[in-house]
Structures are given as C-alpha cells and as structure tokens.
C-alpha cells in the first residue's frame, strides 16, 4: 500500500510522483514527422513564429491575429491590464462578429457553402448553403429577434438547439445585434437549460421541435416547455419561445404550442423577408456570447467570451492550426453546444470563408462507415474529433476507413487525452499516414487552443498535446506554488501566465468567482496591475517532458470529463438529492474503454429507509431530469454510510479508488474506516485489495485545492 494520507488537505504529494509513476501508463512515445505533402501546403511553415509571439513581442504579438479581422475602428491599446485579471484585448477597436463571418466573405465567395448540413437519417438530402444564403438568413433572423422580440446589444438570448444550420444562423443573427448568445447543448435537459435561463437572465428561448439521434426522431420542444417552467419558479419569465421546425412543412413534435408565447420561426419570418440588418459596430470588449459549464460547486459558469480578443484569437489559431485556406472543406464533428463548436465548427472557420460541416447525429449511425462517407461525398480534407468519437470508430468499424476515398490533409483532436493506441489507428488507419495530426488541448474559459504541435513544423508525439501555442506561456506548478520545471519526470498544476486575446472576460453575474477560481491559487498580489502576477489556474494536471510537449493527465478539481464533455459531480450530487429518500450522495469517475470516464453514484439513505433498486433507478433518473443523458451514471450505489473524514467530508478519492478497483491508500485517519471494507465488498466482492496504479486524474480525484 502506498503511504498517501487520506486527509485531502494534506496530500499534496501526486506533484512528486515520477514520470514513470504517473498512472496514464502511457510512456513516452515515438515521434512522427509531418507529410510533406501537407507540409508544402501549409499555412504555418516559418518556425520563427515562435520568436515573433514570444515575451519580448507580448502583447503586440497578437496584431497579427486581429488583422485576420475586418474593424470598424482600428484599437488603440492591445491588451489594458488596469483592471487585472479582467483583461481587456483591443482596446478602442470596434467591429461586429457577424460581418466579419458572413457579410465581409460575400463579394470573393458569395457562392461558395458556408454550411454544409448533413441530416442524420442518410436518404435525406444534404443541405448546402452558400454565404449569400446565409447572409440573407441571418438578416431576416436578425429582422425577427429586433423587430419582433424587442432585442438590443447587451441582451441575452438562450438557444437550445440540435446540429442544424439553423443554430448557427441564430447565433450569427444575435452577433450582428450585439446580443449576447447563450447556447444549450441540446442534450442537456430542459431543466438545465431553465438554470442557464435563469443565470443568464434571458427573455426569449429560441428551441427546435425536433431532431434525429441514433434514428430516433426526438421531441425537443418539450424540454422548451420545462426550460421555461422551471425558470419561472426561479422568477425569470421566459416571454417568447421561437421554434424552429427541424421540417419545413410539418411539425416534428406532438407537443403543443403555447398560444401568445411559442411561436414557430418559419411563420414569423415571412413577415421579415428580404429585410436587412446593418451590423452594429461593438466595441471589441463587449461579450459576444456565454457558454455555461461545469466547476467544483453545483452552480455550472456562464463564462463570458469577448468580440473582439476570442474572434481574433479563434481565426488565428484555427489558421494556424487547422491550416484553413478558403479552399478547404472543414468538419469539425463537435456539437456547437460546447465551446469546440462555437470556436471551431462557427466562429473560427467562418471568419475565414471556409465551408464548415454540420453533421446532425451520432458518428456511429447508421454504422460506423458513415464518417467516411460524408468526408468521401463532400470532398472533407481537414477532420477535427475527439478521442471518444474515435475509440467508438474504431471499435465497431476498425477497417471501415479502408472503404472510402477521401483525402484528409491534417486532422485534429480535442476534448480529452488520446491513448497512444488510438492515435495510432487515427494516424494509421484514418489518416493514411498522410495527414498531420494535432492533438489540442483547451477549454471552455479559453476560448481557443493553447497547446498543440503547429502542423508542418512540430513533431507528432501521440498522447501528448504538444507544445505551447505561440504566445502561450505556460508553467506548471506544485501544491506550493513552487515551479516544476520542464523535464523534471514530475507532474503538477498547469498554468498559463499571461493572458490572450481568447481567454474568457469573467464568469457572468460572478466576478468573485471568477478571481478565486482561476487566479486565486496562484496570485501573487491582489492589487497588482501586471499580468506577471495573475497566472492563469487551468484546472488540470500535467507533465512537462524536456523536449517541451505537454502531457495533459486530466482534471483535478470535481469535474468528470465524460467522453471530452465537461461535467460536474457537485450539480449530478445535488440532482441526487432531489430523491426524497437519499440523505447523501457522492460521485466518482471510472475509468470507461470508449468515453473515458463515466460517473457512479454513491448514495446513503435517510434513516430508516431501506436500500431498494427502485430507490436507485429513481436515482439516476432524477440526473437525467436534472442534467440529461449525458450525465447517466454507470450504476448507482446505495451504501450504508459515506467514508469520511473527522470533519465529516465525504472522500470521494477512497470511493474512486474502490470503483476502479485501485488501492485506496491509508484510511486510518477517517472517521469511519471501517465502512471502507464493507463498501469495497459490496462493489468489488471479496477478492484482495488490488494494489495497482490508476489514472492520474482518478488519484486526485476530490481533493481541495
Ligand atoms: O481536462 C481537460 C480536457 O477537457 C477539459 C476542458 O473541457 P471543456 O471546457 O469542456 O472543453 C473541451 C474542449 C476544449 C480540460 O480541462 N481536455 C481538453 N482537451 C484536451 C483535454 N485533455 C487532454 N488532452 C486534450 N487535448
């Protein structure tokens, strides 16, 4: 067993494990070099890149992003750092989000597809649509939300939207009035969206009846109906409810429409048809849009991303990145629900006149051919996904790709680490060794990519993200606030230093928050106005090989990354505790094949109930109410008693350990430990304990920072 102490406060001493200690298990791997028949079309093949974005050139540096933009004012003062940490990008620079996407592409490619709509059920026809047919959609939507619901600049909106081209024209149509989007992830519940309504303050919900997944014809209108009542509990009056029909000429849901508050988008825009919206000039500070997610408290941030700073930083890095040039046709197969979406699927191929596709459903459906074949029909040459979409690939259609002639030029991943194996066939199998692999790593708050190998010029290194992005400054911390320095085999708590045009300006309604969470740890002043005093707290634990590549071993707050998506175990706690007979509740990762993590639920009843599987499958539909599917726990555990400590917190780490069937470290100190036994028996049945090593994250997994 090993000597860590169970007390969470005191076990700051992962930071000191080896290299070869570190669970991921994953050692360092060979490297790969760029094809160079990508390497001779690329966009980024000067290597003094990294010269021009370094320290000495900050915050200037980041010029050359913003000049990827179309301004109404050029600004004055790059980066005002007066009100540290709430930066300010571009100070003095005005300009609308919404032209620069459509309206300034229309004269060199008004022709060309801006979207690209491909509808799950495979006999539908894909739906193509050119920047002029944007351009006049986005007007009329822009009509509508002015005209008909009252909308000015400041305003928010909520949307809560599947993968249809109509989500983008929505947010694009919110950007040309400077009101601030706020979308939903469409599989979250209509509950959720009702807390993010609420939160957001948003007067209008704009919804689509219904949409297709794994071949079913969902009923989305109806989370609309518990979106708005659930906000209106919390005294928020949602007066209109705009739905899109996911069929233009026939409802795709049997819930009713409200009379005088739901109102179907297709009827209201004849009314607004042919009428244009001049784009109003926003300052480049002003919010363009919120994107809630989860933390370590029950209450998910609504983090607020700036116009000017995230669109330059989002048509930069996915320049640099993705290596878009107008010619290429770009999937991103991410949901526009998650911040991948909106920085990589909308915002950030759209500012570039690119042909970004939407696909509506899951990757595997009808069988796992259909990638392929949407990449081999639309002519896809840059592919970006995420390690669960392809560890589910290649489970059930491992030589699939073999089928298909398609041409990918460089392709990407994000949302979680990627087994080397997986890379591999990636690389392999999909790629035919002839694309460029990036692996980025990122979050909601940051707006765009912060590590990842720069395509034609860095070395692949399959599990690592890579390299910093240029003008990305990172450092990785111990518990104490002590550098490790870069190659020290040790992990600790990756930062960033400085900020950059992309990170997030606060999280909405809760400045508070924001500085505690995210600079609180590490701030060396609090009155200080130099960003040198500010880095940024990511939330994840890394490693920092000597060669530069960072290897991201996942978070280490109470955050599960459920395959690449982001949730928290305090807001699935408090959905369990909404079962009148649960009095506590716990939840863990365990470690999944296919999605990387998935969530158990442990639950202690109130005195006197007796523990019943009906009791638990209540359990796990209240998370489903509460959250959605998304969060569905593995299995839900009812246990005599939490382990705990003296001062009575609950230590999810022991109960991590037990359901990955890892040792549980020292438990002496706990104020129960007997119950540890008895809860291991239960889960594990009467085997030994297993002395081996986990994942990182799963090890830290619960402990205060
Ligand atoms: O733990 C990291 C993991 O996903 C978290 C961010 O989640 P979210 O805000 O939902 O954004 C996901 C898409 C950017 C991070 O804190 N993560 C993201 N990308 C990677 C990753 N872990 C390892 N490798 C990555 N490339």
């Not at 928020?236 to 739901?262: I, N, Q």
């Not at 699927?345 to 009808?366: D, F, K, N």
């Amino acid at each position: 067993m090993s000597e860590r102490r169970a007390d969470a406060k005191e076990a700051p001493e992962e930071s000191r494990l080896s290299e070869a200690e570190i669970a991921v298990h994953w050692k360092e791997e060979a490297i790969y070099h760029p094809p160079p028949k990508f390497v001779g079309q690329a966009n980024l093949t000067d290597p003094a890149i990294m010269e021009r974005f370094s320290e000495e050139h900050f915050p200037e540096c980041f010029r050359e992003y913003a000049d990827l933009l179309t301004w109404d004012r050029y600004w004055t003062t790059t980066l005002d750092t007066s009100h540290a940490p709430f930066w300010k990008w571009f100070v003095g620079g005005r300009l609308n989000a919404s032209f620069n996407c459509v309206d300034r592409h229309l004269e060199a490619h008004r022709n060309k597809a801006a979207l690209i709509f491909v509808p799950e059920p495979e006999e539908e026809p894909t739906q193509f649509i050119t920047y002029q047919e944007l351009w006049v959609r986005v007007n009329e939507m822009a009509a509508l939300l002015r005209d008909g619901c009252g909308l000015r600049s400041g305003d928010r909106v909520t949307i809560h939207m599947p993968m249809t081209a109509e989500l983008p024209i929505t947010m694009l149509a919110c950007a040309r009035l400077g009101v601030i989007h706020s979308v939903v992830f469409g599989g979250f519940s209509g509950e959720a969206c009702g807390a993010r309504i609420v939160d957001s303050g948003s007067r209008i919900l704009v919804t689509m009846d219904g949409y297709y997944r794994s071949g079913k014809l969902l009923d989305h209108k109806a989370n609309a109906d518990i979106a708005v009542r659930k906000a209106a509990e919390e005294g928020v009056t949602v007066e209109k409810v705009l739905v899109w029909r996911r069929f233009r000429d026939r409802p795709a849901s049997t819930t009713p429409m409200v009379e005088g508050r739901d109102f179907v988008v297709d009827d209201l825009l004849k009314q607004y048809r042919g009428h244009r919206v001049d784009p109003v000039s926003m300052p480049a500070e002003a919010p363009l849009f919120l994107m809630y997610t989860s933390g370590s408290t029950g209450k998910p941030k609504g983090c607020q991303h700036s116009t000017g700073g995230y669109l330059a930083y989002v048509a930069g890095t996915t320049r640099l990145i993705q290596d878009l040039h107008p010619t290429d046709v770009y999937w991103c197969m991410a949901d526009i629900g998650w911040i991948t979406g909106h920085s990589y699927i909308v915002y950030g191929p759209l500012a570039l006149a690119a042909t970004s596709v939407l696909y509506e459903g899951v990757p595997t459906y009808p069988d796992a051919g259909r990638p392929w074949r949407i990449a081999e029909r639309l002519g896809v040459n840059i592919f970006h996904t995420s390690p669960t979409a392809i560890r589910a690939l290649r489970k059930l259609g491992p030589d699939e790709p073999k089928k298909y002639r398609y041409a990918f030029k460089c392709m990407t991943t994000v949302g979680e680490p990627i087994e080397p194996e997986a890379w591999r066939w990636y690389y392999e199998t999909v790629g035919r060794r002839e694309a460029a692999i990036t692996d980025t790593w990122w979050q909601t708050e940051t707006g765009g990519f912060l590590c990842s190998t720069k395509p034609a010029l860095d070395p692949m290194k399959p599990g690592s993200a890579g390299p910093p992005m240029p003008g990305i400054y990172p450092i990785v911390f111990d518990e104490e606030g002590k550098e490790v320095p870069q190659g020290a085999g040790r992990a600790g708590n990756i930062c960033i230093r400085n900020p950059w045009p992309g990170i997030f300006q606060t999280i909405w309604g809760d400045p508070e928050r924001f500085v505690r969470t995210y600079y609180g740890k590490y701030n060396r002043n609090r009155s200080s106005t130099d960003w040198h005093d500010w880095p940024y707290f990511a939330g994840d634990g890394a490693l920092w090989a000597a060669d530069g590549y960072l290897r991201i071993l996942g978070r280490v707050d109470d955050v599960i990354n459920v395959a690449g998506h982001r949730l928290g175990t305090k807001e699935i706690e408090s959905a369990c505790l909404t079962v009148p007979e649960v009095a506590e509740a716990a939840v863990v990762p365990i470690v999944d094949a296919e999605r990387g993590r998935v969530p158990e639920v442990y639950v202690a009843l109130k005195p006197g109930i007796a523990p019943d599987p009906a009791i638990a499958e209540r359990v796990s539909r209240a998370i489903e109410t509460v959250i959605g599917k998304i969060a569905r726990p593995r299995a839900v555990r009812i246990v005599p008693d939490m382990p705990k400590t003296r001062s009575g917190k609950i230590m999810r780490r022991v109960l991590a350990s037990i359901s990955n069937r890892m040792d549980y470290g020292d438990i002496t100190t706990l104020a129960n430990p007997e119950v540890v036994e008895q809860i291991r028996l239960q889960v594990q049945g009467s085997g030994p304990v297993e002395a081996r090593a986990g994942p990182e994250d799963i090890r830290r997994f619960g402990q205060e920072h």
